[in-house]
């Protein structure tokens, strides 16, 4: 039997952390800003997820130009630059207090977010070996999920026993060990071997290929800002914020127990196997979140809705790298984040709106409708793709 290439390599292992160390700071902020606001700044729920939608606007507007850059500049060098100055948004959250300046910080570190999270996305697509990109990517994925526990468990954990100001500096120490472990990350594989043209094209900004499976990610990551955004809200109305910070370590549980099957089906039987279900365990989730009466309902929630999201992420992921050439893994990784992004910024914006007037049972029943656009459209998409192949 041949022997399989290995995924966890030194480099690997240094993009894990740094992305983790990343995700960390921003799952934190998004589990605590929104209480923040609220209970300390005395704003309103809509001004709760506007925390949320200011930073992913930012996000937004510059992803599609990271691509560019990382060819520009080279994704490692890139990575350090953007890290650095993400860390030095983090640690002024400790000083900034009025809502509006809190709002222009959001919006500079959104910038700084979305370029070092396209490079440490890229880096990591160039360091796993082509035959076990679907695997590969899934366990980089992990960095991201185990950050989806430990941000909100150290954010909510703080805020209730601590401080706001002990939260933000303590995310600013994790962040540094992130720092200090994308100082080990090796020169890129692939320079070029003269500095690129400067003038930018369609192609410099997205990665057309990519394009359809980032679409249908983008409504995923709609009905995910349901939980994202307003979790931590709802869970305090219900009398259970005390267990939130379980919630995500069942939701991470759940998603670290079955990354190993879920991988290994992707690359051997192919992603409607993995998506589809997913698609449905991510809808009977919010069922159970919107319907929740106990402890009980909105912890089992949380497996349903981290199996569901650790199976579809990291596949969509996945199928967008591998839409299109290697050598243009940055762009298709820039092009699903920006409309992941744009997803996960309008659906904390609107579902706001909806949480204002509704209530919050009837954000969650809302967001399962582009659930179930999601599975349409990937199957109208497969199907498509199996009558070309």
């Not at 480099?11 to 921003?26: G, P, R």
């Not at 690129?196 to 980032?214: S, V």
């Not at 800002?225 to 910070?245: D, M, N, R």
């Not at 919010?286 to 929740?292: C, D, P, T």
Request: with cysteine; glycine share 6%.
């Amino acid at each position: 039997m041949k022997k399989k290439d290995p995924i966890w390599t030194k480099a690997f292992i240094s993009l894990f952390t740094t992305n983790f160390s990343i995700f960390i700071v921003f799952y934190g902020l998004v589990s605590a800003l929104p209480l923040y606001a609220k209970d300390v700044l005395s704003r309103s729920d809509e001004d709760a997820g506007l925390l949320m939608t200011i930073f992913l606007i930012s996000a937004i507007i510059v992803r599609p130009f990271s691509g560019k850059l990382l060819d520009l500049v080279g994704k490692r060098k890139m990575l350090w630059t953007t890290l650095f100055l993400y860390l030095i948004c983090t640690g002024l959250y400790y000083v900034v207090e009025p809502f509006q300046a809190l709002l222009v910080l959001r919006f500079v570190q959104g910038i700084f977010f979305s370029i070092a999270t396209t490079a440490s996305g890229s880096l990591a697509a160039d360091n796993i070996p082509i035959s076990r990109r679907g695997a590969g990517l899934g366990y980089f994925t992990m960095s991201t999920n185990l950050a989806v526990v430990v941000g909100p468990f150290v954010a909510l954990t703080f805020i209730q026993v601590f401080s706001y100001d002990l939260l933000f500096l303590s995310l600013t120490a994790l962040l540094v060990l992130g720092a200090t472990a994308a100082l080990m990350i090796p020169a890129d594989k692939k320079r070029a071997k003269s500095l690129p043209k400067t003038k930018l094209t369609w192609n410099d900004l997205f990665e057309k290929k990519a394009l359809p499976i980032a679409f249908n990610a983008s409504l995923v990551a709609f009905a995910y800002a349901s939980v994202l955004s307003y979790l931590s809200i709802y869970s305090q109305e219900k009398g259970l914020l005390h267990l939130t910070s379980s919630f995500f370590a069942v939701f991470a549980a759940v998603m670290l127990l079955t990354r190993p099957f879920t991988g290994r089906i992707f690359d051997e039987k192919g992603p409607q196997y993995i998506i589809i279900p997913g698609l449905f365990s991510f809808i009977v989730g919010l069922v159970l979140l919107a319907f929740m009466n106990s402890p009980f309902l909105f912890l089992l929630a949380g497996a349903f809705i981290g199996l569901g999201y650790g199976a579809v992420v990291p596949s969509f992921q996945t199928l967008a790298i591998q839409s299109t050439k290697n050598e243009r893994s940055g762009y298709a990784t820039a092009t699903f984040f920006t409309l992941f992004d744009t997803g996960l910024a309008i659906g904390s914006y609107v579902l706001g709106l909806i949480a204002s007037r509704l209530g919050y049972q009837n954000l969650y029943l809302f967001s399962i409708i582009f659930l179930f656009i999601a599975v349409v459209v990937f199957i109208v998409r497969q199907k498509k793709m199996d009558r070309l192949a």
